[in-house]
């Protein structure tokens, strides 16, 4: 069974950090380019950041830009999402996707391209 599975979410204050993971099963990721998407009450999902399989090339939503570190382990299938400076806007349900593709492409922005997606951890900024 093809599997990603977020991990890391939580309650934090104004200013903290959080490091979301996400692990697949099933399946090597190293052939995928890897995204983040966030959904927040009452709004529609929205791209925050991903990474490509060939070189692990990293992009940003302007939300996330300087804040927001992606990171991917292929030895242990796992993509990370390092969150520092967090504001109660970034609250939200964090979602990670799956997209295979081996050139050194990804979007944040076209959540169509990707095929496999996780359950979605929680995240709260609030004091």
């Known amino acids: 069974q093809l599997q990603l599975v977020e991990s890391g979410g939580g309650l934090v204050q104004p200013g903290g950090s959080l490091r979301l993971s996400c692990v697949a099963s099933g399946f090597t990721l190293n052939y995928y380019a890897i995204a983040w998407f966030r959904q927040a009450p009452g709004k529609e999902r929205e791209g925050v950041s991903c990474?490509?399989?060939?070189?692990?090339?990293?992009y940003y939503a302007d939300s996330a830009k300087g804040r927001f570190t992606i990171s991917r382990d292929n030895a242990k299938n796992t993509v990370s999402l390092q969150m520092n400076s967090l504001k109660p806007e970034d609250t939200a349900v964090y979602y990670c996707?799956?997209?295979?593709?081996?050139?050194?492409?990804?979007?944040?922005?076209?959540?169509?391209?990707?095929?496999?997606w996780g359950q979605g951890t929680q995240v709260t900024v609030s004091s």
């Open positions: 990474i490509t399989s060939a070189e692990g090339s990293t």
């Open positions: 996707a799956a997209d295979l593709r081996l050139d050194n492409q990804c979007s944040y922005d076209r959540e169509y391209e990707y095929d496999y």
